[in-house]
């Protein structure tokens, strides 16, 4: 413990210390996790829809995107589309005649991991879809409302109660899942952490930080998540 202690000014705020680096890495965390998770959201509703309503052909191809996603490690996902991902948009912009660009290691990274998020959430909305009363449905297409108007005033409220506790793990997945991004040398909070262990030689205490700061983000991240259940089913009967 004395060690530990002893330890502590390599996280001031000052010169020599890794208070600022720290917090960048977790601001880097955090905006690759909201971005993917979102990106992630926008791809599981139309891949939920498109299993529930789309042709054969559609649904047959959601099906191969979400077992394969869910079938394969996502490090191994995330090096395959992280690499052969921007090798291949630099090819298709050689091949229409544009000079190749610098893809930005933060949109990178928000592409890979809103993939990865993308083929779970559709299992996850596609689930809570199925339990919005067939009825309810039925009402709404007697009363004229089209596909997409059923969509948001019928099916999405009705199924929000059932589908946020499984975005809400999600979302605690994609926090943490930004770590593997370290591996192709992003810097977010746990490459940060890394070469400030590695730099100061404090391993545990840059660790133990990391934990913490990642604990945080998870606590927080419930508390937002209980209140958002709670309005979802505000007039609901309570759940035990």
Request: positive net charge; proline residues 3%.
């Amino acid at each position: 413990m004395e060690t530990l202690f002893a330890n502590w000014h390599h996280l001031s705020f000052g010169d020599g210390g890794w208070g600022w680096n720290l917090l960048r890495g977790l601001s880097s965390t955090l905006q690759i996790a909201l971005g993917a998770y979102f990106l992630g959201l926008v791809i599981g509703l139309l891949g939920a829809v498109g299993k529930r309503d789309g042709s054969r052909l559609t649904r047959y191809l959601l099906e191969i995107y979400t077992t394969l996603i869910r079938a394969i490690p996502e490090l191994v996902l995330i090096l395959l589309l992280y690499y052969a991902g921007t090798g291949l948009v630099n090819q298709l912009m050689e091949s229409m005649g544009y000079r190749p660009i610098d893809i930005s290691g933060l949109v990178a990274g928000i592409v890979v991991l809103g993939i990865v998020q993308g083929a779970y959430s559709i299992e996850v909305i596609r689930g809570a879809m199925r339990v919005v009363p067939r009825g309810q449905l039925e009402a709404a297409e007697a009363f004229g409302m089209g596909r997409w108007m059923i969509l948001r005033r019928i099916t999405l409220p009705a199924m929000l109660p059932h589908a946020l506790p499984g975005l809400s793990n999600l979302w605690l997945i994609v926090t943490k899942e930004t770590a593997l991004l370290s591996v192709v040398g992003f810097s977010e909070l746990a490459l940060t952490t890394r070469q400030a262990a590695g730099a100061s030689r404090a391993y545990f205490m840059f660790f133990l930080v990391a934990a913490c700061l990642y604990l945080c983000v998870s606590l927080l991240s419930n508390e937002l998540f209980r209140r958002l259940e709670k309005r979802a089913r505000r007039g609901q009967p309570e759940l035990n």
